[in-house]
């Protein structure tokens, strides 16, 4: 694997991960209800997902 898949790859899991904190947070489970980060939050972890998956396939 490359260095750009990789860090592809690192960033999309952590896009992820904050992305799902923010959802937590502006759902109120872990911390103060807040309704831009539940708006947010969904959102950075799909496009991590995505990022993610593109970075997985393989060369054409």
Do not use: C, D, I, K
């Amino acid at each position: 694997m490359t260095r750009g898949r990789l860090l592809g790859l690192a960033v999309g899991l952590l896009m992820v991960v904050v992305g799902g904190f923010w959802t937590a947070v502006g759902l109120g489970w872990a911390g103060e209800e807040s309704g831009t980060l539940a708006t947010v939050g969904p959102a950075v972890a799909g496009l991590g997902v995505a990022l993610v998956w593109v970075t997985l396939q393989p060369r054409r």
